[in-house]
């Protein structure tokens, strides 16, 4: 259904059909491609609190 969208053209102005996660996919992308890691907040800050006791 996603693919079908996409192939929709895109609103004036725009450079393409925008779905739900698209940006955050990006985002994600982008940070493995620069060795970054996604870690629920909750998982940092417990490793911080192991790291320093």
Do not use: F, T, Y
């Amino acid at each position: 259904m996603c693919d079908d969208i996409r192939k929709m053209p895109a609103a004036v102005g725009g450079d393409g059909v925008a779905i739900p996660g698209n940006r955050a996919n990006a985002r994600l992308k982008a940070a493995n491609e620069n060795g970054e890691i996604h870690m629920e907040d909750q998982l940092a800050d417990a490793l911080r609190a192991l790291a320093e006791s």
